[in-house]
C-alpha cells in the first residue's frame, strides 16, 4: 500500500456563535440546538441546487483549532480512555469533524440550520443529505450506552 497526500480546500465556512470549544455543549446529555449559518463560497453555490428538499445535512469540516493528534482520547462522557476512532475527538490523525444539522432555510449561498456544534470560521469540506438504510433499532451506541449507564458524569475535555 502507497502512502498519499492530498489537498482539499473549503467550500465554505461555519458561522456560530461560538469563539471557544469551552462554549459547545459535550459529554453525556449534550443537546444541539444552537442556530448558526453554512456560508458557501460563490463558485459552489450551483451545488446547493434542490438542496431545500431535505431536512438534515452531514456537515464535514475541519477542526482547524484542535492542536495535536492523539490516537487515544479521553472523551469528557467518560473516565476511561478510548481509541480516537471509536470517539467524537477533535485530536485525530487527520482533523475532520462531522455534524448532522437540520435545515431550516436557504438564502442564496447561506443555508440557515440547527445543531450547530462547531466554531465560528470553521471550514467547511463537503455537505450531504442525511440519508439511512438502518433502522434505529438495529444502532449501537457502542462504550457511550455503557458509560451512561453507569451514570459517568461529564467532565472538562482535556485541552
Known amino acids: ?23 459547545i455543549p459535550h459529554g453525556i446529555g449534550a443537546r444541539h440546538t444552537t442556530e448558526g449559518s453554512l456560508e458557501i463560497l460563490p463558485e459552489f453555490e450551483p451545488g446547493l441546487a434542490d438542496i431545500e428538499g431535505f431536512s438534515h ?12 493528534s492523539s490516537l487515544v482520547s ?13 470517539t467524537r475527538s477533535p485530536h485525530r490523525p487527520n482533523p475532520i469533524g462531522l455534524t448532522v444539522v437540520r435545515l431550516l ?18 471550514p467547511i469540506l463537503d455537505l450531504k443529505p442525511v440519508l439511512s438504510s438502518v ?25
Do not use: C, I, Q
Open 1 to 23: 500500500m502507497t502512502k498519499s497526500r492530498f489537498t482539499m480546500r473549503p467550500v465554505g465556512f461555519v458561522r456560530s456563535p461560538y469563539r471557544t470549544t469551552d462554549e
Open 57 to 68: 445535512l452531514f456537515v464535514l469540516w475541519v477542526f482547524d483549532r484542535a492542536g495535536k
Open 74 to 86: 479521553h472523551p469528557p462522557s467518560d473516565d476511561r480512555p478510548h481509541g480516537v476512532f471509536a
Open 105 to 122: 432555510r436557504r438564502d442564496g449561498n447561506r443555508l440557515e440550520v440547527r445543531g450547530v456544534d462547531m466554531l465560528d470560521g470553521s
Open 135 to 159: 433502522p434505529e433499532a438495529e444502532l449501537r451506541r457502542g462504550w457511550l450506552a455503557e458509560a451512561e449507564a453507569r451514570g459517568v458524569p461529564r467532565r472538562n475535555p482535556p485541552r
